[in-house]
């Protein structure tokens, strides 16, 4: 069974303030680590990806990634309102079904103004 | 990024009538397409791989006759819920794959009265 665990929150962080969204995953053959960002009611759009351990910045977005420890994180730095959204963890690996994408059930995150 | 388009956005059946929702890649070609379905406030399930010009694989639990899926070119997939039951009502997301990723169309959500 290929986990992805995320603690489903919600996760509340002040307006401005770094929030910090963690995942761990089971499937060591995971190669790369996806953060989708979605929003109620809508679909998920991607924000960023991660294939080699350590940190890759991206605007106010970094993911930070750990193969050792099955760890994944995303930081937000300077949170907005606009941020408020489940933020869903997926890591990639080749399958049966090509590079299938396995979601975790996502962290809900708010940002109070 | 990649723009993923799918038709229609909300459908409303009644039971054991046939629904057909349209994927399209607008500006990339994508030789593999996923189908995955979202009940409230659960997470995205996958439920079928679909490869153009093959026959689709489904996850284990999914019913390939129930849940029919064409994909006749490298822009367009189909999946038709056929025999729709009111059990069926959800929110279905395709998302078509290119070498780094996956991007989600905006979702169909279907109400099968």
């Known amino acids: 069974q290929k986990e992805v665990e995320q603690n489903s929150g919600p996760l509340s962080v002040p307006e401005g303030a770094i929030a910090s969204l963690n995942c761990t995953y089971s499937?060591?053959?995971?190669?790369?680590f996806f953060w989708y960002r979605q929003y109620s009611g809508k679909s998920p759009e991607l924000i960023m990806f991660i294939y080699s351990n350590g940190d890759k910045e991206d605007g106010r977005f970094t993911a930070q990634l750990n193969k050792a420890s099955q760890y994944v994180s995303l930081l937000i730095r300077d949170s907005q309102p606009s941020d408020s959204a489940t933020y869903l963890c997926a890591p990639r690996a080749p399958g049966n079904s090509g590079y299938a994408l396995n979601f975790g059930k996502g962290t809900s995150l708010l940002v109070t103004p | 990024g990649a723009v993923v388009s799918q038709h229609p956005s909300r459908v409303i059946c009644k039971s054991g009538t046939s629904v057909k929702i349209e994927c399209r890649s607008l500006d990339f070609q994508a030789t593999t397409m996923f189908w995955y379905r979202q009940f409230p406030k659960q997470s995205l399930m996958l439920m079928a791989t679909s490869n153009e010009g093959s026959k689709a694989t489904y996850e284990q639990g999914v019913e390939k006759d129930k849940f029919l899926i064409n994909h006749a070119s490298l822009t367009l997939s189909t999946l038709t819920v056929t025999s729709a039951h009111p059990e069926d009502s959800s929110f279905y997301i395709c998302s078509a794959e290119t070498q780094e990723t996956q991007y989600f169309g905006p979702g169909t959500r279907l109400l099968v009265l």
């Open positions: 499937d060591r053959g995971s190669q790369s």
